[in-house]
Structure formats: structure tokens, C-alpha cells
């Protein structure tokens, strides 16, 4: 699976948007990027994934550059229970491939500040 | 859907004894996962199962683990004897077909050798 960069750290205002990047530079074409979530104490938790078009749920968005070598992590109304650990991940997607590694990296820590 | 139950979700035990956790993978699932996670390493994935098979355990550090998946509705991490460093939050997820390659994490298994 490709290699994913993201900051360490990140602080943001309660009721703002929540901007978290993630550089995956060398993602193949038939890898998605994935977006996970722990909250202190808990397991980690989906969020939400794409291959190449922008994707919206209840939880957030995601925004894909049109090379495909970053993404962007869009939570519209961040509250206080959106603080935690958020991990981008790029895998291949599909139930037949030798490899179903979810490998986490270190993630954002992200903070949202009353 | 109840999710991902593991058990026990604390235990503190005695470096040397034998430690069992326990995994109920979401109905209908088909892949299973142990993940361990410390400070230091972060989450690592220690073994994965496919219809109650082990496809990889590339990830168990030492023999003194050991898992097994008896049926489609079970699935325990076994550690003898257990040391200090086995100390971590042990994961267990699943996920199925219909979930659309989604990865579900349990609660996690906080476990104390002393």
C-alpha cells in the first residue's frame, strides 16, 4: 500500500470547518484513499473513502486532487466530540487481493477548541 | 447491528500467565482482524482471517501468540506466557462483502501484564 504524510498536529475552532490533509504521493490507480478516526479510548472508526471523485456522507467529506496525490479531509461543523486521532490510509479496495492490510500510519492529532 | 464485542475489555494479569481474549466478529462478516496497539508502535496488525482461515500472521511477534477462528462467529488471541511488553489495547475488526470493504473495530481489550 502507498505511504501516506499527514501533519502531526492540528487545532481548530468549535462550530469551523475542520481541514485535514494527507499526502499519498505514490497511490496506485487502483488504490483508494481511506479515512479512519479514534477517538481516545475507543477503536478506531470508518469514516469515509474514495478512488478518484469527490465523496460526501453524514460524517464528512472528501476531497481527492485530480492527480490523485493528496487528499483532503473535510468535517463542515467540527464539535468538541470530533477531537481525536484521524488516519488517512490508501489500499487497494476488493475482496480477492493477497493483501488486506489496513497499515495505519500516525495520523493527525486534531483538536477542536471551544 | 451490535458490532464488534471483544472480551474481557480490562484485564491485568501476572507476567507468566496464560491470557485469553475474545472476539465476536459482526454477523456475516467474513474477514476478521487482530490489530494491537501501544504508544510506541501504534496500531500494528498481528493476523487476519478469511472464512475462519488464517491468511496472514506475518504480524504475530512470537510464538508465545497465538489465534484461532473455531467458527464464523468466534475468534480468540492467545498469549502464554504472557511478559510486561505484551502490555497494549488488543483490536479486534471484521469486516464483509455487503459492508463494502469496511473495516469494523471493536472496543479494544486493554490488557496490564505486571
Known amino acids: 500500500d502507498a505511504k501516506t504524510t499527514q501533519p502531526t498536529s492540528m487545532d481548530c475552532a468549535e462550530g469551523r470547518a475542520a481541514n485535514l490533509p494527507c499526502n499519498h504521493s505514490?497511490?496506485?490507480?487502483?488504490?483508494?484513499v481511506y479515512w479512519y478516526r479514534q477517538i481516545h479510548s475507543q477503536g478506531p472508526q470508518y469514516i469515509i473513502h474514495?478512488?478518484?471523485n469527490n465523496e460526501t456522507n453524514e460524517m464528512a467529506s472528501l476531497i481527492i486532487t485530480e492527480d490523485r496525490k493528496s487528499s483532503t479531509l473535510i468535517l463542515p461543523h467540527a464539535t468538541l466530540r470530533d477531537t481525536a486521532v484521524y488516519y488517512c490510509i490508501v489500499r487497494v479496495k476488493g475482496t480477492d487481493f493477497g493483501n488486506e492490510k489496513l497499515t495505519f500510519g500516525t495520523g493527525t492529532r486534531l483538536t477542536i477548541i471551544p | 447491528d451490535a458490532g464488534v464485542i471483544q472480551s474481557p475489555r480490562h484485564e491485568v494479569t501476572e507476567m507468566g500467565q496464560e491470557v485469553t481474549l475474545r472476539c465476536k466478529p459482526i454477523s456475516g462478516h467474513d474477514y476478521l482482524f487482530w490489530y494491537r496497539q501501544t504508544m510506541m508502535r501504534g496500531l500494528e496488525l498481528l493476523i487476519y482471517?478469511?472464512?475462519?482461515?488464517?491468511?496472514?500472521d506475518s504480524g504475530m511477534p512470537e510464538d508465545r501468540f497465538s489465534a484461532k477462528m473455531p467458527n464464523a462467529s468466534f475468534s480468540t488471541l492467545k498469549i502464554q506466557p504472557s511478559e510486561p511488553r505484551d502490555s497494549a489495547v488488543y483490536f479486534c475488526?471484521?469486516?464483509?462483502?455487503?459492508?463494502?470493504?469496511?473495516?469494523?473495530f471493536g472496543e479494544g481489550s486493554w490488557l496490564t501484564v505486571v
Open positions: 482471517f478469511n472464512n475462519n482461515v488464517p491468511i496472514d
Open positions: 475488526a471484521s469486516r464483509g462483502r455487503a459492508a463494502g470493504n469496511t473495516i469494523y
Open positions: 505514490t497511490i496506485s490507480g487502483n488504490e483508494y
Open positions: 474514495g478512488l478518484k
